[in-house]
């Protein structure tokens, strides 16, 4: 019965998953319609985006624990938040536990998804396509320049999804957005959704999901050199804080 439940509820999830993006799209949208100003677009489409996540999440019947909620701060500059990424689940409990306003940077493909790319990209929500390196250097300086006007950013320093739930390298895309922003780094360590749903599969297994997020740390010894040996150091040592959170 257990193994039934889960077949029904995974499928009514993905089923949720495409309703709510053809309902707070359009909404989103006309909501939007009424302003001319761009940044206030993105801002009905990030309030959509954080509707839908949190939908998504709560539809997912996963626990969720968050510790250090009190880590971010409230007022200030920008910052960079820098999670582990063990599964899709991780975007829709970040869009729904995260406090203030602020932006992806996501996997290429899902801009590709039906109405959810649309959405996103409304959103202001970017991409970063280890692939492709002249479109990824074009990002990077959209990120920075974006981070300078005080937008804060979610960015998976590991560019891709754990296979083995372990936290992968990390890559240099984020280090030298950091270098080159000079902006404060939140690390978050998520555990629990790799068991839940592992990169590859459609079945989610409900269970207890762990979000630990730790204080602001700056990065200023990697500031005044960007090279691929400081990006590649500030790199191991991130991984380091965030892989440090599980205590």
């Keep these: 019965m257990i193994g039934i ?38 801002r009905f489409y990030q309030k959509g985006a954080r509707l839908w996540g ?14 250090g909620l ?20 991780d975007i829709f409990i970040l869009l729904k536990i995260l406090p203030p306003s602020f932006r992806f940077v996501v996997m290429r493909k899902l801009f590709k998804v ?7 990209t409304q959103a202001g929500f970017i991409s970063l396509d280890r692939k492709d390196r002249k479109r ?20 998976f320093p590991e560019g891709r999804l ?14 030298i957005i950091i270098q080159r922003s000079r902006t404060p780094v939140v690390p978050i360590l998520i555990d629990g959704t790799f068991a839940a749903l592992p990169k590859g599969q459609w079945r989610i297994k409900p269970g207890k999901v762990t979000v630990k ?23 191991s040592e991130l991984r ?3 892989a440090g959170l599980k205590g």
Excluded: C
């Design 136 to 155: 990824s250097i074009l990002a990077i300086h959209q990120v920075i320049d974006l981070l300078k006007k005080n937008e804060s950013f979610v960015i």
């Design 54 to 67: 949190s939908l998504l999440a709560d539809a997912a019947l996963v626990k969720v624990s968050v510790s």
């Design 70 to 89: 009190e880590n971010i701060p409230r007022s200030g500059p920008a910052v960079i938040f820098t999670p582990n990424h063990q599964s899709y689940l």
């Design 240 to 242: 380091g804080i965030v």
């Design 114 to 120: 039906p109405f959810i790319g649309h959405h996103i």
């Design 213 to 235: 997020i730790g204080s602001p740390v700056y990065f200023e010894k990697y500031y005044n050199e960007v090279s691929k040996s400081s990006s590649l150091e500030l790199s």
């Design 5 to 42: 439940f889960s077949y029904i509820h995974s499928a009514v999830f993905w089923f949720l998953m495409f309703f709510y993006s053809i309902i707070i799209t359009p909404a989103s949208y006309m909501a939007a319609l009424f302003t001319k100003n761009l940044d206030r677009k993105n």
């Design 162 to 175: 754990t296979r083995d739930g372990a936290i992968g390298e990390f890559g240099r895309g984020a280090s």
